[in-house]
C-alpha cells in the first residue's frame, strides 16, 4: 500500500495577508540602495460557521488557540538561496497591532531586498511562549496533506518589483500538536540529524471477518530509553489520531466512510535510533469500539527502513484487530489486548 493524507474541505482557515508597506501601508519603501524594504501585515479571518460539518466530513480539524499573536517566523529564498532565515533557523519577527487590530511586523534590514522573484518557503505564528497558534501548510512533492485545502499554499512565489503595491496572500490553519504530519512540514529542530517517515493503517474485523469500514486510532510515541521495565524516553509525539473521511453521493443515495494512515517524521541520527510506540484504538467514527490500548513496543531505525519502497513510497505498518485471521503486517509489536471481534458500525 502506498501512503496518502487526507484530502477534503477545511473551514477553519485563517488568511494572513502578508503586506508589502511604508509608513502609509498602502506603497513599497524604496531604500537608498535599490533594495526595497517590505514587512508583513496580517489581517485575521476565521471562517467558523461550518465547524460542524467539516468535523463530520474530517473526523479530526486542527484546534484554534485563543493565544494572541506575538511572533512570525519566515524562511524565504531567491533562486534557492535563502535570503531571509533558513530552514534551520528562520526569520523570526515582532508582531505589533495597530488601532483597528490588523496585526503587522515592524521594518527589519533582514528584509530589506532587490526586486526580484522570492520563495516564501515557511511560514508560521508563535504567541509570547513561542507556542505555534497558526501555520501555513506546505506542499511536499505527491504528498497530499492539508495543502489541498487552502488556495495559496507553501511555497509561494513572491514577485517584489520596486515602487509598486504588492499584497501577498498567505492562508493558515490553526496549529495542533495531533495533526502535526498533515501540515507539510517535518517538525524537528534537526541540527544533525534526518528524519525518515513511518507509517500506519489499521484494521478491525468483525466476527465474520469483514473489515469495519473506518477505525479511529492514535498513536504516542518516544525514543526507547533504554530500560525494558520503563521504555519511555523524550515524548516525540502526543496523541496522534487518523483521520475519518466520508463520501456522500446524495443523488444515488450512497455513503461511504473509511480511514485515513498516520505518517509520523522520526528523527534518524548517525547511529542506532530506538523509538518505543503506543497504539490505542479509540471510540469514534466508523465503530464502536472502545478505547483500548492494542499495540506496544520498540522498533529501530532500520525497521522503519525496512518499509521503504524506492525512495517516493513507504509501505504501512499494517495492524489487524478482531477476527481478521491475519497477524500485522509486518509484526513488530506486542498485542497488548484483544478487542471483542463483534464491533457494530457507526450509522452515517
Not at 474530517?58 to 533562486?79: D, K, M, R, W, Y
Not at 504567541?127 to 501555513?136: G, K, Q
Not at 492514535?218 to 525514543?223: A, I, L, P, Y
Request: glycine residues 6%; aromatic residues 10%; hydrophobic residues 35%.
Amino acid at each position: 500500500m502506498k501512503n496518502s493524507f487526507l484530502t477534503g474541505t477545511l473551514s477553519l482557515i485563517l488568511a494572513i495577508m502578508l503586506c508589502s508597506c511604508s509608513n502609509d501601508n498602502e506603497i513599497l519603501n524604496e531604500t537608498n540602495n535599490g533594495k526595497t524594504s517590505i514587512s508583513f501585515a496580517a489581517v485575521l479571518n476565521d471562517l467558523t460557521s461550518s465547524r460542524e460539518a467539516v468535523k463530520q466530513q474530517l473526523g479530526n480539524i486542527p484546534q484554534c488557540s485563543q493565544n494572541a499573536p506575538a511572533f512570525v517566523e519566515v524562511f524565504v529564498t531567491h533562486q534557492e538561496v535563502p535570503v531571509a532565515g533558513t530552514s534551520q533557523q528562520p526569520l523570526r519577527l515582532v508582531v505589533k497591532q495597530d488601532d483597528q487590530g490588523i496585526y503587522f511586523t515592524e521594518e527589519t534590514l533582514e528584509l530589506e531586498l532587490l526586486p526580484g522573484i522570492y520563495t516564501l518557503e515557511y511560514f508560521r505564528v508563535l504567541n509570547e511562549d513561542l507556542e505555534v497558534v497558526w501555520i501555513a501548510p506546505r506542499e511536499e512533492g505527491e504528498e497530499v496533506n492539508f495543502s489541498g485545502l487552502v488556495d495559496s499554499s507553501l511555497p509561494l512565489e513572491i514577485d517584489l518589483r520596486a515602487g509598486t503595491k504588492k499584497y501577498v496572500n498567505v492562508d493558515v490553519l490553526c496549529y495542533d500538536n495531533r495533526l502535526v504530519n498533515y501540515y507539510g512540514y517535518l517538525f524537528f529542530d534537526l541540527q544533525t540529524s534526518e528524519a525518515i517517515k513511518f507509517c500506519i493503517f489499521g484494521n478491525y474485523c468483525d466476527e465474520n471477518g469483514r473489515h469495519i469500514e473506518a477505525v479511529s486510532y492514535s498513536v504516542n510515541v518516544w525514543s526507547f530509553s533504554g530500560d525494558d521495565a520503563a521504555p519511555k524516553g523524550t515524548l516525540l509525539y502526543e496523541n496522534l489520531q487518523n483521520g475519518i473521511w466520508i463520501s456522500d453521493d446524495f443523488e444515488n443515495g450512497i455513503s461511504e466512510i473509511g480511514s485515513e494512515p498516520i505518517c509520523i517524521a522520526l528523527p534518524d541520527t548517525a547511529g542506532q535510533d530506538q523509538y518505543y510506540f503506543e497504539i490505542t484504538v479509540l471510540d469514534g467514527v466508523g465503530s464502536s469500539a472502545p478505547n483500548s490500548l492494542i499495540r506496544r513496543g520498540v522498533i529501530t531505525d532500520e525497521d522503519v527502513r525496512s518499509l521503504y519502497n524506492g525512495n517516493n513510497y513507504v509501505d504501512y505498518y499494517h495492524f489487524r484487530e478482531g477476527n481478521c485471521n491475519l497477524e500485522d503486517s509486518p509484526n513488530l509489536f506486542e498485542e497488548v489486548t484483544d478487542l471483542p471481534s463483534v464491533v457494530e458500525p457507526i450509522s452515517l
